[in-house]
């Protein structure tokens, strides 16, 4: 009746009916008769379920590794902290710095905004400490919070969920954590005695194509491997090949115990396709949140656009760090720590070795802050952390920096954080436990 009332198909007002009933709007029982309401009946309560309302849908899910390390200090405050990949207090007060962190709140500056992209002053000086002839401008750089906000600009502007990027086996779990919950694939590629291994990489650019290859060639994280000179060459010749952009992470570069390491890629690079990323973190100290990206204008404009949404880095710690660079204590602050990290390696070696015996291995350090650790494979790191843990000593355990399980279990103890003693203490711990962990 209503059909021909409205001049219409029975089946549109049939389709019409069943909407306004999935919608909540037909009321009535059977055999009493049905009308339209004007309002669904509203609900008492409707709870946002925050996990679902997440776009972010593996964030919640996901192990959050990131957390986990960085509560060490406030839940265990007096642990003998081998987890932690900085200098710890002692480069502290080996430091002036602490000495321009004091002039720069002085200066009424510190306390207003500066440039999104960062303080002129900062870049310039940026511009001349990397000394690359890829680099001459102050607006190739972008200061950023910690390195770890410039790979999130930079894989934001790259890449999007679904797609994929390639990366070295193991890597930085800091990285990994973000590819993952951006819902970007990882495609892994070993690495051997000479870094990223090219046969393999070569292997995976010929049949797929990630948005960028993102590599920490300089004592590296955690294997504390560099990628070698040829290897370099071949990394860039691949990138030209199949047009894939580098994402250089060098935050390991000036830290070396022994010879310099090779050139960075950035400054070998004649196509323009390295993005470089820095940071003050292991140069300096983590809780600066201080770092930088540099590369093609063009693309470092994206990334300004995009850190304009969340205003800038601090000014205060940039007008501190821009005189400190200024003024040339950077590199006399460096020769310092290198000399302490070097014994602090050694010490920390000296109570390794006689673990071989156990079956543990690892590599001597030529650079960067870790000692990463094959153990035996009855081992379980996590049980291990744990019972450490009770005895007051904590390190990294290696699944973090792995996507899938490796075929022997792996630790990494960060060798800078704790002074002489304390590594002397520590490593009798980790010793005692380990002992009685393989006798079990
Ligand atoms: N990249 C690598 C390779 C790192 O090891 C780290 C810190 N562990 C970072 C980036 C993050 O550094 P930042 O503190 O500057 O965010």
């Known amino acids: 009746k209503l059909a021909t009332r409205l001049g219409v198909s029975r089946n549109t007002v049939v389709r019409a009916y069943a909407e306004l009933e999935s919608e909540g709007f037909i009321a009535g029982r059977m055999g009493s008769g049905r009308r339209v309401e004007a309002l669904p009946p509203a609900p008492l309560l409707t709870r946002v379920n925050w996990n679902s309302q997440s776009s972010y849908n593996h964030l919640a899910s996901s192990p959050s590794h990131m957390a986990e390390l960085l509560s060490i200090t406030d839940a265990y405050p007096d642990t003998i902290n081998f987890a932690h990949g900085d200098g710890g207090k002692h480069t502290l007060s080996s430091s002036c710095f602490p000495d321009y962190v004091k002039a720069a709140a002085e200066k009424v500056q510190s306390y207003f905004f500066t440039a999104v992209h960062g303080l002129p002053l900062l870049r310039e000086q940026l511009v001349e400490w990397m000394g690359m002839e890829q680099i001459s401008s102050p607006e190739q750089v972008c200061v950023t919070s910690g390195s770890q906000e410039g790979l999130y600009l930079i894989t934001s502007i790259l890449a999007k969920p679904g797609d994929c990027i390639v990366t070295e086996m193991p890597t930085y779990f800091g990285s990994l954590q973000l590819f993952a919950s951006l819902g970007i694939q990882i495609i892994p590629v070993p690495l051997d005695q000479d870094g990223m291994r090219m046969d393999v990489l070569e292997g995976i ?11 920490v060639p ?24 199949y047009g894939i952009p580098i994402v250089e992470d060098d935050a390991y570069r000036h830290l070396h115990l022994d010879a310099e390491p090779p050139s960075p890629l950035n400054s070998m690079d004649q196509s323009g396709h390295v993005i470089y990323l820095n940071t003050f973190s292991k140069i300096l100290f983590p809780g600066l949140r201080t770092g930088w990206i540099a590369g093609n204008q063009q693309f470092i404009q994206l990334i300004t656009r995009l850190k304009e949404l969340s205003i800038s880095t601090n000014t205060l710690g940039q007008i501190a760090l821009a005189s400190f660079l200024k003024n040339g204590e950077l590199a006399p602050h460096l020769a310092t720590a290198r000399n302490l990290y070097r014994e602090q390696a050694q010490l920390m070696e000296s109570q390794l070795a006689p673990l071989r015996s156990l079956g543990i291995q690892y590599e001597k350090a030529a650079g960067g802050l870790y000692f990463w650790i094959a153990l035996p494979e009855e081992l379980n790191p996590r049980e291990l952390m744990h019972t450490c843990m009770k005895s007051g000593v904590s390190f990294t355990c290696g699944d973090m ?7 022997q279990p792996y630790i990494r103890l960060c060798y800078t954080h704790e002074g002489a003693e304390r590594i002397e203490q520590g490593m009798s711990i980790l010793t005692h436990v380990l002992r009685k962990q393989k006798e079990a």
């Open 218 to 241: 300089t004592f590296h994280n955690p294997t504390g491997r560099t990628l070698s000179f040829v290897r370099r060459k071949q990394l860039l010749a691949l990138s030209e090949r």
């Open 205 to 215: 650019l010929a049949r797929s194509h990630p948005r960028f290859i993102y590599t």
């Open 401 to 407: 920096f792995l996507v899938r399980e490796a075929e």
